[in-house]
């Protein structure tokens, strides 16, 4: 489990969650793929599995580290309201693709949702 904490009523840090290179696919065609997506984060309380956010816009940008490797995070940027009550939350990143087309490759409509290999506890303390 990813575990991320903050302080109730702060809006640093941005909540980040690095997208994972697999090796089996192109990540600038990732990339290309995320540009023409609409991402989105919901939190729900973990114990009584209220949602206190719920499909809010989020965003890539590149890893200030990347290296020469351009490298991308999704992020969230925390609301007042977003982090007024302490608490355990469980936090997933939307994903929609839309249909991209090219010379190169196709790569259909579809969802995903990140973190994939394991749930984001977030605490607000």
Known sequence: MQEFYINKDSLLPTLRIELIEDGRHDYNKMYEMLQ?????????NRDTGVTKIAKAPAYIKAREDGGCVEQYVICYDWKKRDINEEGNYIGKFNIEFGDIKNDEYT?????????????????VK
């Open 36 to 44: 023409n997506s609409s991402i989105t984060f919901t939190m729900v």
């Open 107 to 123: 790569y259909p409509s579809g969802n995903l949702i990140v973190p994939i290999r394991e749930d984001l506890l977030i605490v």
